[in-house]
């Protein structure tokens, strides 16, 4: 089975631009959840959608919104960026829907690295 | 909502010696505990895992032991080599219905000298 995948690999936007980011679960996998990876905070929880509906949410400002599509592939937007948004981003795709009380394991994308300037 | 910390945050360690890197919990209802690795430049990829309902797991020279009454769990690595040179990073989960949450520790760096 082909990995997550996530494009573009690299970013590079100005200050107050938009973005737009893409994830690209494992095939059959149903949940994607975004992460937000920096030097000084670690992994960071932005969102986590399934079903095209947003799930769970992380302490990000609402510049920060994803959907996600019928075929499970997802996208997240970071409006007017600051320099602050520099990280790397990264999504996981885990199964979900399968039974048992058990929290499931998650599977990452390479991430995308963004740098704001 | 959960809180995980890690400790240490960098592990020096000579080749042949064991690592261990230690984790706690806050929310008893966390039942899921993963350990990532994740190489300069990579993905954080999922090296070892237990669940609530066992106290330890090995897989060759990497095993966790997980204590729920002290919500903590550690990854112990033995036989060290320099490809278990990375950063580590542990993380929690609950599971509500059909959704579930990671959070992560801060991460451990490893370096592996010869």
């Known amino acids: 089975k082909a990995g997550v995948t996530q494009t573009p690999r690299y970013l590079i936007k100005t200050r107050g631009q938009q973005v737009t980011l893409s994830c690209s679960p494992i095939?059959?996998?149903?949940?994607v959840s975004w992460y937000q990876q920096t030097p000084g905070q670690g992994l960071q929880f932005l969102f986590e959608?399934?079903?095209?509906?947003?799930?769970n949410k992380g302490n990000f400002p609402g510049r920060f919104s994803g959907r996600q599509f019928s075929n499970s592939r997802s996208e997240m937007n970071v409006s007017t960026l600051e320099l602050g948004d520099s990280a790397l981003y990264l999504c996981?795709?885990?199964?979900?829907?399968?039974?048992?009380?058990?929290?499931?394991?998650?599977?990452f994308g390479p991430g995308t690295r963004l740098l704001v300037l | 909502g959960e809180n995980v910390e890690q400790h240490p945050s960098t592990l020096s360690v000579q080749e042949g010696d064991s690592a261990v890197i230690k984790c706690t919990y806050s929310?008893?209802?966390?039942?899921?505990f993963p350990w990532y690795k994740q190489e300069l430049g990579k993905r954080p990829q999922l090296i070892i895992d237990?669940?609530?309902?066992?106290g330890e797991k090995k897989d060759q020279r990497i095993a966790v032991t997980l204590n729920k009454t002290a919500k903590h769990f550690s990854l112990h690595i033995t036989e060290t080599q320099p490809e278990d040179s990375a950063v580590y990073f542990c993380?929690?989960?609950?599971?509500?219905?059909?959704?579930?949450?990671?959070?992560f520790g801060t991460g451990t760096r490893l370096q592996v000298t010869l």
């Open positions: 996981a795709s885990s199964k979900t829907g399968t039974s048992g009380p058990y929290g499931e394991t998650q599977y």
């Open positions: 095939s059959g996998h149903r949940s």
């Open positions: 959608y399934f079903s095209e509906t947003q799930r």
């Open positions: 929310d008893s209802a966390s039942n899921y």
């Open positions: 237990i669940r609530s309902n066992v």
């Open positions: 993380a929690a989960s609950i599971r509500t219905g059909t959704a579930s949450k990671l959070t």
